[in-house]
């Protein structure tokens, strides 16, 4: 099944095809992303008006190159897939509103894709990773952990109480004058930054839940910034590198409680794996590995590029989910907003064994979960590094 996936739900315009075989195994034939960093910079965040106008200007070459990359045109499609949400609406509408119309032209099935079900099932593109995992998502607008236990059965075991990891990040590059994007410029402070300089709180640790939360150590950090400024090139790195393992050492220990009480509920996960732009961080990289070891987990981290936003967990979600027998109408509509657990849950016919292979026409209207054949689950051991 091939499939074209869309993304556009934040500051990347991205295009890509995957190819998803009956087995459930995955190819990437193409995966273009464009990011706009150089169209924020200036304004030290993204403005969703020019992330949106950006989008429309750059799409439909995107798409173009990926096509070419992959070798293929819109006839050879099995379906079209766009992130259909959450994010910032403007970008969504556009790329949601191109794929409807390749949809439509080329007489294909749409795919409304929950960006956050795309990062929770990269492990699968990446790694063929089986169902259950333990899901740790953290980007800019999420920091969750998450009980993967199927296409569209997505359980939340913990969840911030206010900013994300990524958000934190973003705004304790902003606070030091390092611009955006902040993530990767305040990993790269830190790696020649004194962590030990500087006592930042390490909130929720100890706590039987598996909930984060930021905005304590965001304060704490301004606060130690305001009693040192004028900030030296070094005081800069020392925050950074101080901040950063602060949120290692919390996120360790959310990841042990989010461990037990998947273990509780739903017995041993096959995997703990990783997602969102956050993932990308070297330092958040090795603790998952520690955490691995001592929960005795297999670790699945994709690669940087596929934790940041990109097209190809897109289409592969929207292949996933067409193996279901899953497609949206013409109708469907963008959402800023869209909490992984309202995706839409497969209804499995019992006794049906195979695959369904795509529709080929679109539906005019929503037409819902299908009742259809169950997928292929891919029970391909996860490549996992512990
Ligand atoms: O998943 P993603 O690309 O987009 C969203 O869906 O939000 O995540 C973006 C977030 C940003 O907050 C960015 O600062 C953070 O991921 N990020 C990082 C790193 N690379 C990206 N945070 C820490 N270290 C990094 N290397
Ligand atoms: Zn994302």
Not at 41 to 59: D, K, M, S, W, Y
Not at 238 to 251: G, H, I, K, P, T
Request: proline share 6%.
């Amino acid at each position: 099944m091939l499939i074209l996936g869309i993304e556009t739900t934040c500051d990347e315009t991205a295009a890509a095809v995957v190819e998803r075989h009956e087995d459930g195994r995955a190819a990437i034939l193409a995966n273009v992303v464009l990011s706009q960093i150089a169209e924020h910079e200036a304004f030290g965040g993204v403005v969703p008006e020019i992330a949106a106008r950006a989008h429309v200007e750059a799409l439909d070459l995107i798409i173009a190159t990926a096509m070419a990359d992959a070798g293929c045109d819109f006839g050879g499609l099995d379906g079209v897939a766009a992130a259909a949400g959450p994010g910032l609406i403007g970008g969504v509408i556009v790329g949601l509103t191109t794929a409807k119309a390749i949809a439509m032209v080329h007489e294909k099935p749409l795919v409304a894709v929950n960006h956050l079900e795309a990062h929770a099932l990269t492990a699968r593109l990446t790694d063929g990773t089986p169902f259950p995992y333990c899901l740790f998502l953290a980007s800019g607008g999420h920091t969750q952990i998450v009980a993967v236990r199927s296409v569209g059965d997505y359980m939340r075991l913990g969840t911030t109480r206010d900013d994300a990891i990524g958000e934190a990040f973003d705004k304790t590059a902003k606070l030091l004058g390092l611009g955006y994007p902040g993530g990767p410029r305040v990993e790269q402070e830190a790696a020649r930054g004194d962590r030990t300089r500087f006592a930042l709180p390490r909130p929720m640790i100890g706590r039987y839940d598996a909930d984060f939360s930021l905005s304590g150590l965001k304060t704490a950090l301004r606060l130690e910034a305001e009693k040192i400024a004028p900030l030296a090139e070094q005081d800069v790195a020392d925050l950074c590198a101080s901040f950063q393992l602060a949120v290692v050492e919390m996120m360790v220990d959310r990841l042990h409680q989010g461990l037990r009480i998947f273990r509780q509920r739903f017995g041993a996960p096959s995997a703990l794996v990783a997602a969102g732009g956050v993932a990308a961080n070297g330092a958040i990289r090795n603790a998952l590995r520690d955490v691995a070891v001592q929960d005795q987990v297999a670790l699945v981290v994709p690669p940087p590029a596929l934790c940041t936003d990109n097209a190809a967990m897109i289409a592969w979600a929207g292949a996933e989910r067409l193996a279901y027998g899953l497609c949206d109408g013409l109708d469907t509509v963008p959402r800023a907003r869209w909490p992984l657990e309202q995706v839409g849950k497969p209804v499995v016919a019992p006794s049906a064994a195979s695959v369904v292979t795509a529709p080929t026409a679109i539906a005019a209207v929503s037409t819902g979960p299908l009742e259809v054949a169950p997928p292929v689950r891919s029970d391909a051991a996860s490549s996992a590094v512990v």
